[in-house]
């Protein structure tokens, strides 16, 4: 599928060589010359954001890609782009539980479950996903 002329919006477009390694095309309507900048595979921001959170929180990159479903390159890429330090050295353990309801409210009605830990609560089905971890102070 060719590209639309972005001067005059036609679809009568040929490749006409190459700039900087990009594919050039030609409207055959206006003659204008162009380039299209690759797209790439789109992330919603809000994954993003929710993998830079993790991170913060002390989270491994490969846990990261395991809880949220986004290679561990790109969430590193993401992290050296926004330049975020590290901001525990320890290595943090995480854990996953899958549980029911009323197992989910126990569980979070007690504080020690609760001190100095990491939780995110994801609905899986009839049950949720429990995934903990400890905050090293």
Same mark, same amino acid.
């Given at each position: 599928?060719?590209?639309?002329?972005?001067?005059?919006?036609?679809?009568?477009?040929?490749?006409?060589?190459?700039?900087?390694?990009?594919?050039?095309?030609?409207?055959?309507?206006?003659?204008?010359?162009?380039?299209?900048?690759?797209?790439?595979?789109?992330?919603?921001?809000? @994954?993003?954001?929710?993998?830079? #959170?993790?991170? %913060? &929180?002390? *989270?491994?990159?490969?846990?990261?890609? !395991?809880?949220? +479903? /986004?290679?561990?390159?790109?969430?590193?890429?993401?992290?050296?782009?926004?330049?975020?330090?590290?901001?525990?050295?320890?290595?943090?353990?995480?854990? @996953?539980?899958?549980?029911?309801? #009323?197992?989910? %409210? &126990?569980? *979070?009605?007690?504080?020690?479950?609760? !001190?100095?830990? +990491? /939780?995110?609560?994801?609905?899986?089905?009839?049950?949720?996903?429990?995934?903990?971890?400890?905050?090293?102070?």
């Amino acid at each position: 599928m060719s590209p639309k002329c972005p001067r005059c919006s036609a679809t009568e477009v040929v490749k006409n060589g190459k700039v900087h390694l990009r594919q050039r095309y030609l409207c055959k309507d206006c003659r204008y010359h162009f380039t299209v900048s690759k797209l790439g595979k789109q992330i919603d921001p809000y @994954y993003m954001t929710k993998a830079l #959170q993790l991170y %913060l &929180e002390g *989270l491994s990159l490969r846990d990261i890609e !395991k809880i949220v +479903g /986004i290679s561990h390159v790109t969430i590193s890429s993401w992290v050296k782009k926004h330049n975020i330090p590290r901001l525990f050295k320890e290595k943090v353990h995480t854990s @996953y539980r899958v549980l029911r309801h #009323q197992e989910l %409210l &126990e569980y *979070l009605g007690e504080k020690q479950n609760l !001190k100095n830990r +990491g /939780i995110i609560v994801s609905e899986l089905g009839e049950r949720y996903i429990l995934i903990t971890w400890e905050h090293p102070i």
